[in-house]
């Protein structure tokens, strides 16, 4: 008796609930799902990666296409990346697209060369006069500065020290302790190649890219860590008789940026080449990202630039980006996500390192030199004596 | 063609043009453009999926059916999907680690503690290190230290000792004394500061928090205490006994607390109330269960001869990973799971064994060898690097793996 009883707008309501309890017993929007297989569809469809193939249905004993196949995975990945990147959680969704968006740390009054993170604060060499800076990340406060890195621009944070090296003849490697109080730096080693400009770490050495003397005399020195000064060097060299601009570490192999022969030297562990891969441009220091090397090109004709994608798997060039500003690159940095290259004499520009597009670039009132990300900010050390937070 | 001594860097630096050149120039751009035109090496996509397409060859995922073809309507099997699926999981996971976007693609070798690299040397016998985010926290057999993770440096030293965990913006310690205690350090003041906060059974061994819950593992008492935080002191403690024989660690997988019962040779699943709801029996010849870590889907627990890995979600064994020597702790940094061997004996080969936690592919082993030689005290991860306290014979240091 109390059902006949029940109220238009209250059986309405009932009808409407039920209806809704139905929509959601049956998966989201999807009539067709089984409640085994629900969360992991209704995850697919809540990330944006499928819509189903209706408005109700989604089809699931369907065979997949690998073309389906390529766009379930691709857009995963994309929303893996996006949301367990440190920019996620910090909400900085957006893309720096002017130099007056910019965070500026003033360092010194020479030529910052180089940036590298300790995961908390930006080291910054200064190859005028010799010094390096350290950069508090989270406010940009210039925290201190350590003295006697004389020509010092290649800098690299690894064994829980702070490494750079003196682009001298001989080259010298200096070292020093973060965890003590500024002052001089150490150096470790004053028999390295002459003009070591690019540093990398393979796990236990450090390595130094060296520009030679003369192009022709282009080296490459490994060096051991020991418990005392002066720490062993090995120098191998020259390659082809041809200038080299950066060293790269992949994880299992060193990459050497083969300017004079356009090529990139994949070398062994006592820096001999197992492979050549010709690019067709002279590259400059590389970056990888977990699957590729990213090379900074300048055209043979020195006009514009180029960037030239490397899978260190096969040594195949997966693509040769132009455009997005690229101008006499020189080097790139990674954050996990994105891939920053810095154009000499002023400008960045700034890819999206999954699949490989243009995200935009950023005029510069001052030269660039090689930059570095922390994780949140790519940092870009400059020829005005300044550090600027993207 | 030179100069001598060469500025640093060679930014502005442009070569002259040479005809050869220009020509290689021409042909490599114009192949390359054509190449893009098509979705990169593909011929057979279509251009509103190539997008997808090309992301999956960037990364790795696949090169396609031929050098030219991708085969977009061709249908995957379960196991072309597993391919993918997985590749694209490692890129995601490898690529959002911390130590990408520094460019730590290295692996490190404890070769570098011996030249006192990477190290912090610390004035005590060091047991557990715990990681807040920023710094570290080690125990010691009388000093509580505070290392900043950046650099290594030692910033402060407190007195109160045990087992550690960071929780609720504070540092908890298990006093591991006869008379059981809960200390919390605020570490935006001094750690001496530590103040009693609960009374516990002797020697609380393990902690873990589960938002709202401090549990604690009580091997010699064979119990599992539950403390309830509150806006004053002492705060309330139920300790649970039934279904326990020797709780010797607890471990929170975002639903339940897990206690590894070394009576049993078990792990055990308990409800909010500490009650038993499950025991997964782990490890093979040796009854040994150590402190388990959770991965995100699993619990990795050390049981001597391997690491045993056992699914939250429904408690099946998944795997047994054999690990060279006894294993006894471990640690997870989002990617790699580092396990410590103490040998079982003294006379037993100690080391250290990096495992891919995808796949648990062992990356690297390290040894140390010798009566009294070297030997691991504890292990954790801040995100970067692992952080292992280690016992050198000339000096405890905490030291950066």
């Given at each position: 008796?109390?059902?006949?009883?029940?109220?238009?707008?209250?059986?309405?309501?009932?009808?409407?609930?039920?209806?809704?309890?139905?929509?959601?017993?049956?998966?989201?929007?999807?009539?067709?799902?089984?409640?085994?297989?629900?969360?992991?569809?209704?995850?697919?469809?809540?990330?944006?990666?499928?819509?189903?193939?209706?408005?109700?249905?989604?089809?699931?004993?369907?065979?997949?296409?690998?073309?389906?196949?390529?766009?379930?995975?691709?857009?995963?990945v994309d929303q893996a990346l996006a949301r367990s990147s440190r920019?996620?959680?910090?909400?900085?969704?957006?893309?720096?697209?002017?130099?007056?968006?910019?965070?500026?740390?003033?360092?010194?009054?020479?030529?910052?060369?180089?940036?590298?993170?300790?995961?908390?604060?930006?080291?910054?060499?200064?190859?005028?006069?010799?010094?390096?800076?350290?950069?508090?990340?989270?406010?940009?406060?210039?925290?201190?500065?350590?003295?006697?890195?004389?020509?010092?621009?290649?800098?690299?944070?690894?064994?829980?020290?702070?490494?750079?090296?003196?682009?001298?003849?001989?080259?010298?490697?200096?070292?020093?302790?973060?965890?003590?109080?500024?002052?001089?730096?150490?150096?470790?080693?004053?028999?390295?190649?002459?003009?070591?400009?690019?540093?990398?770490?393979?796990?236990?050495?450090?390595?130094?890219?060296?520009?030679?003397?003369?192009?022709?005399?282009?080296?490459?020195?490994?060096?051991?860590?020991?418990?005392?000064?002066?720490?062993?060097?090995?120098?191998?060299?020259?390659?082809?008789?041809?200038?080299?601009?950066?060293?790269?570490?992949?994880?299992?192999?060193?990459?050497?940026?083969?300017?004079?022969?356009?090529?990139?030297?994949?070398?062994?562990?006592?820096?001999?080449?197992?492979?050549?891969?010709?690019?067709?441009?002279?590259?400059?220091?590389?970056?990888?990202?977990?699957?590729?090397?990213?090379?900074?090109?300048?055209?043979?004709?020195?006009?514009?630039?180029?960037?030239?994608?490397?899978?260190?798997?096969?040594?195949?060039?997966?693509?040769?980006?132009?455009?997005?500003?690229?101008?006499?690159?020189?080097?790139?940095?990674?954050?996990?996500?994105?891939?920053?290259?810095?154009?000499?004499?002023?400008?960045?520009?700034?890819?999206?390192?999954?699949?490989?597009?243009?995200?935009?670039?950023?005029?510069?009132?001052?030269?660039?030199?090689?930059?570095?990300?922390?994780?949140?900010?790519?940092?870009?050390?400059?020829?005005?004596?300044?550090?600027?937070?993207? | 063609?030179?100069?001598?001594?060469?500025?640093?860097?060679?930014?502005?630096?442009?070569?002259?043009?040479?005809?050869?050149?220009?020509?290689?120039?021409?042909?490599?751009?114009?192949?390359?453009?054509?190449?893009?035109?098509?979705?990169?090496?593909?011929?057979?996509?279509?251009?509103?999926?190539?997008?997808?397409?090309?992301?999956?060859?960037?990364?790795?995922?696949?090169?396609?059916?031929?050098?030219?073809?991708?085969?977009?309507?061709?249908?995957?099997?379960?196991?072309?999907?597993?391919?993918?699926?997985?590749?694209?999981?490692?890129?995601?996971?490898?690529?959002?680690?911390?130590?990408?976007?520094?460019?730590?693609?290295?692996?490190?070798?404890?070769?570098?503690?011996?030249?006192?690299?990477?190290?912090?040397?610390?004035?005590?016998?060091?047991?557990?290190?715990?990681?807040?985010?920023?710094?570290?926290?080690?125990?010691?057999?009388?000093?509580?230290?505070?290392?900043?993770?950046?650099?290594?440096?030692?910033?402060?030293?407190?007195?109160?000792?045990?087992?550690?965990?960071?929780?609720?913006?504070?540092?908890?310690?298990?006093?591991?004394?006869?008379?059981?205690?809960?200390?919390?350090?605020?570490?935006?003041?001094?750690?001496?500061?530590?103040?009693n906060v609960a009374p516990l059974p002797p020697f609380p061994g393990?902690?873990?928090?589960?938002?709202?819950?401090?549990?604690?593992?009580?091997?010699?008492?064979?119990?599992?205490?539950?403390?309830?935080?509150?806006?004053?002191?002492?705060?309330?403690?139920?300790?649970?006994?039934?279904?326990?024989?020797?709780?010797?660690?607890?471990?929170?997988?975002?639903?339940?607390?897990?206690?590894?019962?070394?009576?049993?040779?078990?792990?055990?699943?308990?409800?909010?109330?500490?009650?038993?709801?499950?025991?997964?029996?782990?490890?093979?010849?040796?009854?040994?269960?150590?402190?388990?870590?959770?991965?995100?889907?699993?619990?990795?627990?050390?049981?001597?001869?391997?690491?045993?890995?056992?699914?939250?979600?429904?408690?099946?064994?998944?795997?047994?990973?054999?690990?060279?020597?006894?294993?006894?702790?471990?640690?997870?940094?989002?990617?790699?799971?580092?396990?410590?061997?103490?040998?079982?004996?003294?006379?037993?080969?100690?080391?250290?064994?990096?495992?891919?936690?995808?796949?648990?592919?062992?990356?690297?082993?390290?040894?140390?060898?010798?009566?009294?030689?070297?030997?691991?005290?504890?292990?954790?991860?801040?995100?970067?690097?692992?952080?292992?306290?280690?016992?050198?014979?000339?000096?405890?240091?905490?030291?950066?793996?």
């Amino acid at each position: 008796m109390r059902k006949l009883l029940m109220a238009p707008a209250l059986l309405a309501a009932a009808l409407a609930g039920a209806a809704t309890r139905l929509v959601q017993d049956q998966c989201g929007p999807f009539t067709d799902v089984t409640p085994q297989i629900c969360p992991f569809v209704l995850e697919m469809y809540y990330l944006g990666i499928t819509a189903g193939t209706s408005p109700t249905t989604y089809s699931p004993d369907n065979p997949v296409t690998r073309g389906q196949a390529a766009v379930f995975v691709s857009k995963g990945v994309d929303q893996a990346l996006a949301r367990s990147s440190r920019r996620a959680a910090l909400g900085q969704w957006w893309e720096p697209s002017s130099e007056a968006a910019l965070g500026m740390t003033s360092v010194g009054s020479g030529l910052l060369a180089a940036a590298a993170s300790d995961g908390a604060d930006v080291w910054v060499t200064d190859y005028d006069n010799g010094t390096v800076s350290r950069v508090r990340a989270s406010d940009g406060r210039l925290l201190e500065t350590w003295t006697g890195a004389d020509h010092g621009g290649a800098v690299l944070v690894a064994m829980g020290r702070v490494f750079v090296a003196g682009a001298t003849q001989p080259g010298k490697l200096y070292m020093l302790d973060p965890s003590q109080p500024a002052g001089a730096v150490t150096t470790v080693a004053s028999n390295l190649g002459d003009l070591p400009s690019w540093i990398a770490f393979d796990g236990a050495r450090t390595w130094t890219a060296n520009s030679g003397a003369y192009v022709t005399l282009s080296t490459v020195s490994i060096v051991e860590p020991a418990a005392s000064t002066p720490w062993s060097v090995t120098t191998v060299g020259p390659y082809s008789n041809q200038e080299i601009q950066g060293i790269a570490f992949d994880g299992t192999n060193m990459w050497l940026s083969h300017f004079g022969g356009s090529d990139l030297l994949r070398l062994d562990a006592n820096g001999g080449v197992l492979q050549s891969v010709p690019l067709g441009a002279y590259p400059r220091q590389a970056v990888f990202d977990g699957a590729n090397l990213w090379v900074p090109l300048l055209p043979t004709n020195s006009q514009g630039g180029s960037l030239a994608v490397v899978s260190v798997a096969t040594g195949n060039v997966l693509a040769t980006l132009t455009g997005n500003g690229l101008d006499n690159p020189i080097a790139a940095a990674f954050d996990g996500a994105r891939v920053l290259v810095s154009n000499y004499p002023a400008s960045v520009s700034i890819w999206r390192a999954a699949d490989l597009s243009a995200l935009g670039t950023v005029a510069m009132t001052s030269g660039t030199s090689r930059p570095c990300s922390d994780g949140v900010s790519f940092w870009l050390p400059r020829s005005d004596g300044r550090l600027a937070r993207f | 063609m030179k100069l001598s001594p060469a500025p640093f860097p060679r930014f502005p630096r442009r070569i002259g043009l040479g005809l050869g050149a220009v020509l290689a120039a021409v042909l490599a751009g114009g192949a390359t453009r054509i190449v893009q035109d098509q979705c990169g090496p593909f011929t057979d996509v279509t251009p509103q999926i190539c997008p997808y397409v090309l992301e999956m060859y960037y990364l790795g995922i696949t090169a396609g059916t031929s050098p030219t073809t991708f085969s977009p309507d061709a249908t995957v099997t379960r196991g072309q999907a597993a391919v993918f699926v997985s590749k694209g999981v490692n890129q995601a996971i490898a690529r959002s680690s911390r130590r990408a976007a520094l460019g730590q693609w290295w692996t490190t070798s404890s070769f570098t503690w011996s030249q006192g690299l990477g190290v912090t040397p610390l004035p005590d016998t060091l047991g557990p290190v715990i990681s807040d985010g920023a710094d570290l926290w080690v125990g010691g057999s009388t000093s509580l230290f505070r290392v900043r993770a950046s650099d290594g440096k030692l910033v402060d030293t407190g007195t109160t000792t045990g087992s550690l965990l960071s929780a609720m913006g504070r540092i908890f310690v298990g006093g591991g004394t006869a008379t059981g205690a809960l200390f919390m350090i605020d570490p935006s003041g001094p750690a001496s500061a530590a103040v009693n906060v609960a009374p516990l059974p002797p020697f609380p061994g393990s902690l873990a928090f589960d938002g709202n819950l401090i549990w604690t593992a009580n091997n010699q008492s064979g119990s599992v205490s539950i403390v309830t935080p509150s806006p004053t002191t002492p705060w309330a403690v139920t300790t649970v006994t039934a279904g326990l024989q020797a709780p010797v660690a607890v471990v929170f997988d975002g639903h339940n607390v897990w206690v590894s019962d070394l009576g049993a040779c078990a792990i055990r699943r308990l409800d909010a109330t500490g009650a038993v709801i499950q025991t997964v029996v782990v490890g093979s010849s040796q009854c040994i269960v150590g402190t388990p870590v959770f991965d995100g889907a699993n619990l990795l627990v050390p049981t001597g001869d391997a690491l045993s890995v056992v699914r939250a979600a429904d408690g099946a064994l998944v795997a047994t990973v054999p690990i060279a020597t006894a294993a006894a702790r471990l640690a997870f940094d989002g990617e790699r799971i580092l396990v410590e061997s103490d040998g079982g004996g003294q006379n037993a080969p100690r080391g250290l064994t990096l495992l891919r936690a995808a796949d648990f592919a062992v990356l690297r082993t390290e040894s140390f060898i010798g009566i009294g030689g070297p030997s691991v005290g504890g292990l954790a991860s801040d995100g970067l690097n692992f952080w292992v306290t280690f016992r050198t014979g000339n000096g405890d240091v905490l030291a950066r793996y």
